[in-house]
């Protein structure tokens, strides 16, 4: 299993930037791919961003297209979260995602709070 820490504040205006950090440690295997998902109250869980380890190929939810950018450094087994023109939709708690070739971890989470 992969041990998955989350860093970064969590409260902005409206309009504002915050920077997500996850970092993965404890696995032997090769790690595949690394992403962020969100879930906001009384919904479900959704796919923000994914970015592979290889290749560095990205995928975005629509909602965050051109306002998200996600990157990774392998070296340091990171990846990173950057949301800038944050909206209060965008408040949820954001989940770090890795997967290896054999499993699926998750982050601690972390609370996402945009006031307007």
């Known amino acids: 299993q992969v041990h998955l820490v989350e860093s970064g504040v969590g409260l902005v205006q409206a309009g504002g930037s915050l920077r997500l950090s996850c970092a993965a440690s404890?696995?032997?295997?090769?790690?595949?791919?690394m992403g962020w998902y969100r879930q906001a109250p009384g919904k479900q869980r959704e796919l923000v961003a994914t970015?592979?380890?290889?290749?560095?190929?990205?995928n975005y939810a629509d909602s965050v297209k051109g306002r998200f950018t996600i990157s990774r450094d392998n070296a340091k087994n990171t990846v990173y979260l950057q949301m800038n023109s944050l909206q209060p939709e965008d408040t949820a708690v954001y989940y770090c995602?890795?997967?290896?070739?054999?499993?699926?971890?998750w982050g601690q989470g972390t609370q996402v709070t945009v006031s307007s």
């Open positions: 404890g696995s032997g295997f090769r790690i595949v791919a």
């Open positions: 970015i592979t380890s290889r290749s560095g190929t990205t």
């Open positions: 995602n890795t997967r290896t070739e054999v499993s699926f971890s």
